[in-house]
């Protein structure tokens, strides 16, 4: 059964961390470009990070570049989402996805996969 499983997330104060993860099973992460998004009430899911399958290029959300970091462990079949300085505008629930494309898309209908989502709420 393919299948993709989120971890991390939390309630953290503003300006603290969290470390998302997102692990495979069925299938090779490093196949795949692999995307975060995130989606709050009423709102569209929208794209926050992504690396590539290819060369590992990275793309980030200018709203999040800077205090997000994007990496995979090949090894363990995992990527992370490494969030800092995290704000209240950052709560929302996060979804890793995997598409097949080599590059980074950020693009909802490209990725075949998706995770069911973790919950991120930032606040004081």
């Known amino acids: 059964q393919l299948q993709l499983v989120e971890s991390g997330g939390g309630l953290v104060q503003p300006g603290g961390s969290l470390r998302l993860s997102c692990a495979a099973s069925?299938?090779?992460?490093?196949?795949?470009?692999i995307g975060w998004f995130r989606q709050t009430p009423g709102k569209e899911r929208e794209p926050v990070s992504c690396?590539?399958?290819?060369?590992?290029?990275?793309f980030y959300a200018d709203s999040v570049s800077g205090r997000f970091t994007i990496d995979r462990d090949n090894a363990k079949n995992t990527v992370y989402l490494q969030m800092n300085s995290l704000k209240p505008e950052d709560t929302a629930v996060y979804y890793c996805a995997a598409s097949p494309t080599a590059m980074c898309v950020m693009l909802l209908y490209e990725y075949d996969y998706w995770g069911q989502g973790t919950q991120v709420t930032v606040s004081s």
């Open positions: 690396i590539s399958r290819s060369d590992g290029s990275r």
């Open positions: 069925g299938f090779t992460l490093a196949d795949y470009a």
